[in-house]
């Protein structure tokens, strides 16, 4: 590698990258200690090794797949800033306005950031949708842990949205256990276990919720 080339990687660490160390998380909600998208992207790699050794202990090769593709899930955040779900999907439309807008800044990265997107893509292969469900499992698990450590600090303002955080993840486990696989049956039991934990961390019951 020449001088050149290694100034082009220190330039792509020093520029647009580093702004998600400065991107909030959860801005519209009412939060006691806030959260980065740095820290978040460290929590969900973490959290999606777990869980891909749970789901497959046997399996090392695809470790490094779902640690690229956690590490860049949120890197576009460099450039949107965090949108919060309901906001994002509030019509196909304006979501489909939002993936829009992610492929143009997309093409602003260095390239030595923007390759990153196109390696992920070749190191999943065929194995695409095994690695997005884990690294989403793991992206809801960086969620729930986030909302329980609020809730135990006392702040009773976001009871709402972790509510809906307790609805979603029983929602997100009752549309993967529909699949006869049986990885996606132990994912959609991971849900349901958050989804559980959650309720009777605050002695939530709802008919709706598994516990």
């Excluded at 260095?110 to 292969?125: A, H, R, S, T, Y």
Aim: charged share 30%; glycine share 6%.
């Amino acid at each position: 590698m020449t001088i050149k080339e290694w100034d082009g990687v220190i330039e792509a660490c020093s520029g647009d990258v580093r702004r998600l160390s400065d991107v909030w998380r959860f801005g519209s909600i009412p939060i006691l200690i806030r959260e980065n998208t740095s820290d978040h992207s460290y929590w969900v790699c973490l959290y999606s090794v777990l869980i891909h050794r749970i789901v497959r202990p046997d399996d090392t090769n695809l470790i490094g797949p779902i640690l690229l593709h956690a590490t860049i899930h949120d890197l576009l955040e460099s450039k949107t800033g965090d949108i919060i779900l309901p906001t994002k999907y509030t019509t196909p439309e304006l979501k489909a306005e939002i993936d829009r807008a992610e492929l143009i800044h997309l093409e602003t990265f260095e390239p030595e950031v923007k390759n990153l997107f196109e390696l992920d893509n070749q190191l999943m292969g065929d194995e695409s949708d095994y690695v997005k469900k884990i690294v989403k499992a793991a992206d809801f698990m960086s969620l729930y842990q986030f909302m329980l450590r609020e809730w135990g600090r006392g702040n009773r303002e976001i009871k709402r949205f972790y509510l809906k955080m307790i609805d979603d993840l029983d929602k997100a486990g009752k549309n993967i256990e529909i699949s006869e696989n049986l990885e996606d049956k132990r994912i959609a039991d991971l849900y349901f276990n958050m989804a559980g934990q959650a309720a009777n961390f605050i002695g939530y019951r709802s008919p709706r919720v598994r516990t």
